[in-house]
């Protein structure tokens, strides 16, 4: 069995790979808790340790409005995708790595949608760092799958979902106002864990966009959650300025799976049926969680 190490097990992604992908390969699994692996001693002492064949990683500083003051961004988002290039590309081992929609500036018209081809002008810190981190890994010379999602959501951890669906059973008196113009692809995490193993097992190389199929805006999103879970809500759309965040999102994030889709490896789908499956899935679950 090849042994594959997945980083950031215990976030969104980490989970939904780990699970997937138990049955067929012989896992190691790590978050920060057992190793920081922005610390270039620390991540090169484990991977040696653990030697795997492939890591898939699923580790990064995801808080978008902190990482604007904490260093830790870079660290995870830079430097710890470098140190792990820096060892695979010595031994030849494949690195696939996750990126984000958050490297455009999201000023395209609408809803025009960016390809791998574009250029990246990302406007946060947060998009800053991650496209940073792509760089080394590009630069580093070793083969490397790295896919930019965007809108991630699934069972584990914290999402957009769960907190509507916490607020809105909490409070349900009151009005959620959610924004609506900004427009992007919500992806399921176990999607895009199938996305990763298509990639892994057909050894794919490059740079490749990983987004569900059709868009939507935040508001629509919500609504059409709050209805898949059949859960009568107060959901108003509102504008981002309206709704300010100290870290400004780009407006139009959706992204073509361009490259997948002239390799035949798109296993996307319309995100609504996703969206559905998820639900289905999962709704005793993310009841319990937001009652608790
Ligand atoms: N979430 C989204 O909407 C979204 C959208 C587009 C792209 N992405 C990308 O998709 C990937 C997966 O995101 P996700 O939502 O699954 O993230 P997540 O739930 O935040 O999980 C990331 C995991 O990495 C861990 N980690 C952070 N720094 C680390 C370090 N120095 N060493 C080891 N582990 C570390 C985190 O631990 P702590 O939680 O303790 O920090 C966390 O368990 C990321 O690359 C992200 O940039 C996400």
Not at 9 to 35: F, M, N, P, W
Not at 39 to 50: G, P
Request: proline fraction near 4%; charge should be negative.
């Amino acid at each position: 069995m090849k042994k594959v190490l997945i980083t950031g097990s215990k976030g969104q992604l980490g989970h939904d790979c780990a699970r997937l992908l138990e049955v067929a390969y012989s896992l190691v699994l790590t978050d920060i808790d057992q190793v920081d692996l922005s610390v270039e001693s620390d991540a090169h002492r484990f991977l040696s340790e653990c030697d795997p064949a492939i890591i898939i990683n699923c580790a990064a500083f995801t808080a978008v409005d902190a990482c604007e003051t904490e260093p830790d961004c870079w660290k995870a988002n830079h430097d710890l995708p470098a140190h792990l290039a820096s060892w695979a590309v010595e031994r030849d081992r494949m690195l696939i790595h996750i990126s984000t929609d958050y490297v455009f500036d999201g000023m395209k018209p609408l809803f025009m949608s960016s390809k791998e081809i574009d250029l990246p002008h990302p406007i946060s810190e947060y998009g800053r760092s991650k496209l940073a981190g792509e760089q080394a890994i590009i630069d580093s010379g070793v083969h490397y799958a790295i896919l930019r999602t965007a809108w991630l959501y699934g069972i584990k951890g914290t999402n957009f979902l769960k907190t509507m669906l916490r607020l809105t059973i909490q409070q349900p008196e009151k009005t959620l106002r959610v924004v609506d113009d900004q427009y992007g692809s919500p992806t399921w995490s176990r999607t895009l864990a199938e996305q990763i193993q298509v990639v892994m097992e057909n050894e794919a190389k490059g740079l490749f966009h990983a987004s569900s199929e059709q868009y939507t805006s935040w508001y629509e999103f919500a609504v059409a959650f709050m209805d898949e879970m059949q859960i009568s809500h107060r959901i108003e759309p509102c504008s981002s300025v309206e709704y300010p965040t100290p870290t400004e999102r780009p407006k139009n994030s959706i992204l073509e799976n361009e490259k997948l889709k002239e390799i035949d490896m798109n296993v996307f789908r319309d995100w609504k049926y996703d969206l559905g499956i998820f639900v289905k899935e999962n709704r005793e679950q993310l009841m319990q969680e937001v009652k608790s």
